[in-house]
């Protein structure tokens, strides 16, 4: 994805969007500029046809079938998310609201959420509801794997901090038969950028609040930390793991590079060392 087309949000309000590689992080309240009120206007939503599977409900303007293969891959994706982060299948809804085209998804968007740029897909995420929306077009498989993927997250954990929230989302937004999960072409220019001397610095992305702080380069080495901890090794993995089973009790534990540092001695080198062997994967043919 793309920055200019990903958005996400959260709080005891929040909106969350797609952008193109990552997205955008905007507190909102029900008082301040970015929306006039919690309520939805629902007149504009779409509502002809709904399909539901235990957490995932879908709303669209389109008809869209369990068995189709939209829904089946956003089932799929639920497990794997459980599977991998050692998370519940139990937990909130997330609707995903699906319009039948651009321009009533946008005019919804511009009604209801006031000042919000323009994005492919939003997350938003209140009290009284997880909810995804989107249009129909050509990247809806990638969007809504980006923004369900926050939906799940945030109907387990207390928080997630920004940059594992994108960090997550872009890991998950690759297709399943995606080899090894390699984004391709954040491990090329990651493998640029270590050529250049770049230097990993997991504390300043700890230290980002905002989105509008996030560079393009931040959501490319969030996305190499997730995997980097699901890959690189057992204790790796276990640290993810156990930071992400404190977040669904405490919603500001001790960032997580405490416990990496403690963990694993010379975490950047093992870092830097991981990425350089993703350039060296080559890809297969693999059938999801």
Same mark, same amino acid.
């Given at each position: 994805?793309?920055? $200019?087309?990903?958005?996400?949000? +959260?709080?005891?309000? &929040?909106?969350?969007?797609?952008?193109? /590689?990552?997205?955008?992080?905007?507190?909102?309240?029900?008082?301040?500029?970015?929306?006039?009120? $919690?309520?939805?206007? $629902?007149?504009?939503?779409?509502?002809? +046809?709904?399909?539901?599977?235990?957490?995932?409900?879908?709303?669209?303007?389109v008809k869209l079938k369990l068995e189709h293969p939209l829904i089946q891959d956003l089932i799929q994706l639920r497990k794997d998310v459980a599977?991998?982060?050692?998370?519940p299948l139990e937990g909130r809804d997330v609707v995903v609201y699906v319009f039948g085209d651009k321009t009533k998804y946008q005019q919804y968007?511009?009604? $209801?959420? /006031?000042g919000l740029p323009p994005r492919r897909a939003y997350f938003v995420g209140t009290p009284r509801e997880l909810a995804v929306y989107t249009f129909?077009?050509?990247?809806?498989? @990638?969007?809504?794997?980006? !923004?369900?993927?926050?939906?799940?997250?945030?109907?387990?954990?207390?928080?997630?901090?920004?940059?594992?929230?994108?960090?997550?989302? !872009?890991?998950?937004?690759? #297709?399943?038969?995606?080899?090894?999960?390699?984004?391709?072409?954040?491990?090329?220019?990651?493998?640029?950028?270590?050529?250049?001397?770049? @230097?990993?610095?997991?504390?300043?992305?700890?230290?980002?609040?905002?989105?509008?702080?996030?560079?393009?380069?931040?959501?490319?080495?969030?996305?190499?930390?997730?995997?980097?901890?699901? +890959?690189?090794?057992?204790? &790796?993995?276990?640290?993810?793991?156990?930071?992400?089973? @404190?977040?669904? !009790?405490? #919603?500001?534990?001790?960032?997580?590079?405490?416990?990496?540092?403690?963990?694993?001695?010379?975490?950047?080198?093992?870092?830097?060392? +991981?990425?350089?062997?993703?350039?060296?994967?080559? /890809?297969? &043919?693999?059938?999801?």
């Amino acid at each position: 994805m793309n920055d $200019t087309e990903r958005h996400r949000c +959260h709080s005891s309000f &929040s909106v969350l969007g797609s952008p193109l /590689p990552g997205f955008l992080l905007f507190i909102l309240t029900a008082f301040t500029i970015g929306c006039r009120s $919690t309520r939805h206007d $629902t007149a504009q939503l779409p509502a002809e +046809h709904s399909v539901r599977s235990d957490q995932l409900q879908v709303i669209s303007d389109v008809k869209l079938k369990l068995e189709h293969p939209l829904i089946q891959d956003l089932i799929q994706l639920r497990k794997d998310v459980a599977q991998q982060l050692n998370l519940p299948l139990e937990g909130r809804d997330v609707v995903v609201y699906v319009f039948g085209d651009k321009t009533k998804y946008q005019q919804y968007l511009d009604k $209801t959420y /006031p000042g919000l740029p323009p994005r492919r897909a939003y997350f938003v995420g209140t009290p009284r509801e997880l909810a995804v929306y989107t249009f129909w077009g050509d990247s809806i498989q @990638e969007d809504l794997r980006h !923004e369900f993927t926050h939906g799940l997250l945030h109907a387990q954990l207390k928080d997630v901090p920004l940059w594992l929230d994108e960090g997550l989302a !872009e890991y998950f937004e690759l #297709p399943r038969s995606t080899p090894n999960s390699v984004n391709r072409e954040y491990a090329r220019k990651l493998s640029i950028a270590i050529a250049n001397n770049w @230097e990993p610095d997991l504390d300043r992305l700890e230290s980002l609040q905002d989105v509008i702080q996030m560079q393009r380069a931040d959501y490319q080495e969030s996305w190499a930390w997730v995997h980097f901890l699901l +890959h690189s090794s057992d204790d &790796s993995r276990e640290v993810l793991l156990n930071y992400l089973q @404190e977040l669904r !009790e405490n #919603p500001h534990p001790a960032p997580l590079s405490t416990a990496l540092r403690d963990t694993i001695p010379e975490v950047n080198a093992r870092y830097l060392a +991981h990425l350089s062997a993703l350039n060296t994967i080559q /890809p297969v &043919s693999h059938q999801k």
